[in-house]
């Protein structure tokens, strides 16, 4: 399956669909007013990028009416830039304010006497603690974003255009004595180059790229990165990380790679690892549930004799980031639906062999899923020739 | 003055000293557990940084004692690698996870009955409802990093050294036609090369760096980035920012420069700037009230028929990030200490002719206060020729 890839922001009409999905979960969990603090769950439903620092962003929502977005006076126009859809900007002076002029001095006033509060389970305490009314946690907003709507799969695309071939390129450089410095230097300046050129307006506040990969003396550790020089040698296993948020939007591959040869103990870790990936993309399906998807699969490690060796879930979902809900992951719960994106990435880590993980994004269609990012997958095509 | 710059991660004694102070400011506030999942308050008492995603890292510190970290399994050996300071690491399985291996199954019971519990103002809302005993929102860590000790000025020093470099390096090649992209691309990227070649392990995961400049077109508006191929042109105000937290330690530095010429509407903003920057430069000294010295530099613009045109506060503080308390701010009545750091900014944004502000990362002395980034000032020095 193809996705045509999408460039451009989203329309008016895309983010209050967005708003409107919120609005009925709102009504669902008799939710009146709900606050979204969390900056993915702000993009999501303004196209507006920014991090948390002490200048807070909020924004308001009601079951009707204009959103209200409580923002620092100096970002006005940087939001007026960038928001889609209808908002109505509330400004504070700045952080610190004297009394009258604080965030919270802006905030407190927006809410209806006894309205249900929502709030997200990330809310912080300042804000959380600031909100008049019943307040409830619930994770509104990345529940509305579970499910991708036809322009984020288009978007999603791109990304993952843009990873497939920067991992080719990271395939086509490989060689002992590679170090991770020199790799991640160039992929992510193609990366950027790309993007940049592809979509000039691209939103930095909204992107971020990891490139690297691991040699077999750390792969068994697989979110040790501490040392940028670290060189690629014979043999293997090799991982390749790429989990990139391009211009807002994320994608994944990673890859499990040897150089001119493959270690006999590498054998049998590489086919198992294989077979838990062949069963995860198999029942990575609408209506199965997420925790058992997991159990599945981890069960191909244990009956391999490597119960000690999982690190890690199946999948976690990707989307306005790079690494978000919903998860394959045993102990959760939700079922599967058409439209959502996983990146199928079962690992086994073994002390003294290395790490075997290979990684795709995949999305669910009505029956089944499509990948969408893609490169060599099976040991022969991953044992690079060395020149 | 001059600090002399360190390189080397810190050493036991020295977080040792840090949580010490933490502790005594537990037992002022009568705080028997403090609780820190803020990834900068978790790097400052243990070396470790991290960035908040779906996987909790929670740091639980008593009076006495080892600190507990509870953190996901998957990055025990990451933690291992980069911590300082004796830590008791409380693992748990995964997130999500089934019943009785969530990070809420190992967090819950670090607490002793009935304690009084100090929480961040930030603190994520599910790690504040989990937690048991009296909850007391109290920024102990945020306040202990207020005062940095000799080490972290140090450390800081190294940064203003890499910013003023690079910021000496953007005046060089300043010239009409220059992009943001390819300034950006030439100052981080020298950073980025000369931090790894003095600190080959330094923690990427601690570094990030913003080198840019806005053109006279948007000056006025001082967040406005959102074209990255905005060029410099003859005339100004251009203003450059620069501010880098590089492996851990923070530094900042700003200027308003002219290709060419200066606007004569440009000549009376740019005097009044530096009339506010000369007095903030002048109060910022150990016993003022921090309010009140923001209050005293607004006054210079407002005297000067600017009140409509101030868009933040004199200073915000630098340290273990860019960007962090105390502030020098009206309605922030802290006293300045001896040893503290502060951007000196004070600035006045005039739609149409632009945006003047020159920003000095200095440190307070016992008496007054050392600038520690360095570059011309003067609208002579800053008006630059067009070769």
């Known amino acids: 399956m193809t996705i045509a890839p999408i460039f451009s922001p989203p329309t008016d009409q895309e983010i209050e669909a967005r708003r409107d999905k919120v609005r009925m ?20 439903l303004t196209n507006f990028a920014n991090y948390v620092h002490e200048r807070p962003f909020i924004l308001v929502m009601e079951r009707t009416g204009t959103p209200r977005f409580v923002v620092p006076k100096l970002e006005i126009p940087h939001v007026e830039t960038r928001r889609v859809g209808a908002l109505d900007l509330i400004e504070y ?33 300042q804000i959380y603690d600031a909100i008049p009314g019943t307040r409830r946690c619930s994770d509104i907003v990345d529940d509305a974003r579970m499910v991708k709507t036809p322009y984020e799969k288009g978007r999603i695309a791109y990304s993952c ?26 992929l992510t300046s193609g ?39 670290m060189q690629m040698v014979e ?22 790679f040897f150089l001119g040869s493959v270690p006999e103990a590498a054998r049998k870790p590489f086919e198992v690892m294989m077979e838990a990936r062949h069963l995860a993309l198999e029942l990575t399906k609408p209506g199965a549930v997420m925790g058992e998807v997991d159990a599945k699969v981890n069960a191909v490690f244990h009956r391999a004799g490597y119960s000690d060796n999982l690190l890690h879930r199946t999948s976690h979902s990707i989307g306005v980031t ?36 290979q990684s795709d ?5 009505e029956n089944g899923n499509a990948v969408l990012t893609t490169g060599p997958e099976s040991l022969d095509e991953l044992t690079l020739p060395i020149s």
Chains 1, 2 share one sequence.
């Open 161 to 186: 255009e843009l990873v497939t071939d920067a991992h080719a390129q990271l395939l086509d450089i490989a060689k002992p004595g590679a170090t991770g410095a020199e790799v991640s230097a160039a």
């Open 235 to 256: 043999g293997g296993p090799h991982v390749s990380v790429i989990n990139c948020r391009l211009n807002g939007y994320g994608a994944e591959i990673e890859r499990t």
């Open 322 to 357: 790079g690494h978000e809900a919903p998860f394959l992951a045993e102990g959760y719960d939700r079922v599967i639906e058409p439209g959502m994106f996983y990146t199928i990435e079962p690992g086994v880590y073994l002390p003294g062999v290395g790490g075997f993980r």
């Open 93 to 125: 002076r700045e952080f610190p304010a004297p009394d009258g002029e604080r965030w919270i001095d802006s905030f407190v006033p927006l809410f209806p006497s006894g309205a249900t509060v929502g709030v997200e389970s990330v809310c912080p305490l």
């Open 191 to 229: 990366m950027s180059r790309r993007l940049l050129s592809d979509t000039p307006t691209a939103n930095l506040l909204a992107t971020s790229m990891f490139a690297f990969f691991q040699p077999p003396t750390v792969s068994h550790d697989p979110h040790n990165f501490t040392d940028i020089y």
């Open 25 to 44: 979960l709102m009504e669902e969990r008799g939710i009146d007013v709900y606050v979204a603090a969390n900056p993915d769950n702000v993009f999501y």
């Open 361 to 365: 994004t995949v999305m669910t269609t």
